[in-house]
């Protein structure tokens, strides 16, 4: 009796193992079913248009571009540095001289001056170029030129704060007086012709302050 008790209880319990087996993909089945009305009822909540955020988006993966690879970047170009600055030089020894005869007096000449001209214009020596003059009037004699010399009497002249004092000669007091403003206008300031009248008038200026002479 006790043996077929023990066969019984061995019985029910193979039965509910097969029970439980035949049941799992029943299970399976419903869970993975209510995931996916949870799912549709959840987007369904969401309010139109709406998209992820970026953090919650598929991120793509980067790939290199081959024509931007293949092409160098340009190399960018240096700025062209200016000239030094050069300060203007007296003469050296042995250069000809501009000679004033009206007046008895001479200065060297050389580079930016070398062929440098004058007339008498109001009772004043005025400079001009003869290489500006024809391009720019306001370099005429008649107009700035390259500057004037002046002369007064020694005797009575004062010395004149607004003009380089260039001595006493022969019983005259002598003054340079240079551009008041460049003769070359319209022109940009760092153009050849502007530094040339620059040039022109810091040599008149050096050699009128220490090298203006008598001529015999």
Known sequence: MAKNKAKHLKLRKITRLRKAFLMLPVLIISTAFLAVVAASMYHASLPKGWTPPPSQREKPELVANPAASSTPSPTPTPPVPHAPYVPPQACPPGSPFIVITQ???????????????????????????????????????????????????????????????????????????????PCVQYVPVDSPDALRDENIDNALTIEMRNYLTASP
């Open 103 to 181: 007046w008895g007096v001479k200065f060297p000449a050389c580079g930016d001056i070398a062929d440098i001209q004058y007339e008498i214009v109001g009772g004043n020596v005025v400079f001009y170029s003869p290489e500006l003059y024809p391009k720019y009037p306001y370099c005429s004699p008649a107009g700035n030129g390259e500057g004037a010399l002046v002369r007064q009497p020694a005797a009575t002249s004062q010395p004149n704060d607004d003009m380089i004092n260039a001595g006493v000669i022969n019983g005259w007091r002598y003054y340079f007086g240079g551009e008041q403003e």
